[in-house]
T-cell receptor, first 115, second 109 residues
Framework: DAMVIQNPRYQVTQFGKPVTLSCSQT?????MYWYQQKSSQAPKLLFHYYDKDFNNEADTPDNFQSRRPNTSFCFLDIRSPGLGDAAMYLC??????????????FGAGSRLTVL | GQNIDQPTEMTATEGAIVQINCTYQ??????LFWYQQHAGEAPTFLSYNVLDGLEEKGRFSSFLSRSKGYSYLLLKELQMKDSASYLCAVSDSNYQLIWGAGTKLIIKP
């Protein structure tokens, strides 16, 4: 089945210790997104890629970086996690952008705990 | 600013009908989405409305009124597995998704 796979599902790190979360997709979608979602809150867009074009949301902290080495893979790096970065990180894909009917397919998420 | 409003939590009984409302104020409109999100899991797509009216998909229906900035998700014949959060999201003039915080639906036997 075509899908979006995130690893790890659960990540525990110490305050300030770098973390990398990965996302892979077999849907051959052009667009990949990273969202941060805290409990009972709306998902917050951190970055998105259209093919290899990188788009950084204006209010995404510099502590967050992303890489997309090829169409299938995308990484989220948190350089120095703080307690406020504890959240679910959701990777999503879509076939295209610039259209209203742009359905997102999400991975299962990576839950980050910061001690 | 752009804003999506949904009730924080609703409770309904198994077998009943529930309506979850969503109002929005966005810069432009290119469609409204409903996603279902079970606790600790990722959102999954339920419906998309871009024209006024009702879209029906089995037990779930979604309604849109663009002039009122209003949508609702209607769930019929509620089952325990419908216990989840329901997220409303609007595609704005730049095709960016503006998300609501979600409505947590609790189903009681």
């Amino acid at each position: 089945d075509a899908m979006v796979i995130q690893n790890p599902r659960y990540q525990v790190t110490q305050f300030g210790k770098p973390v990398t979360l990965s996302c892979s997709q077999t849907l051959n979608h052009n667009v990949m997104y990273w969202y941060q979602q805290k409990s009972s809150q709306a998902p917050k867009l951190l970055f998105h890629y259209y093919d290899k074009d990188f788009n950084n949301e204006a209010d995404t902290p510099d502590n967050f970086q992303s890489r997309r080495p090829n169409t299938s893979f995308c990484f989220l790096d948190i350089r120095s996690p703080g307690l406020g970065d504890a959240a679910m990180y959701l990777c999503a894909t879509s076939a295209r952008q610039g259209t209203g009917a742009n359905v997102l397919t999400f991975g299962a998420g990576s839950r980050l705990t910061v001690l | 600013g752009q804003n999506i409003d949904q009730p924080t939590e609703m409770t309904a009984t198994e077998g009943a009908i529930v309506q979850i409302n969503c109002t929005y104020q966005t810069s432009g409109f290119n469609g409204l989405f409903w996603y279902q999100q079970h606790a600790g899991e990722a959102p999954t797509f339920l419906s998309y409305n871009v024209l006024d009216g009702l879209e029906e998909k089995g037990r779930f229906s979604s309604f849109l009124s663009r002039s009122k900035g209003y949508s609702y998700l209607l769930l019929k014949e509620l089952q325990m597995k419908d216990s989840a959060s329901y997220l409303c999201a609007v595609s704005d003039s730049n095709y960016q998704l503006i998300w609501g915080a979600g409505t947590k639906l609790i189903i009681k036997p």
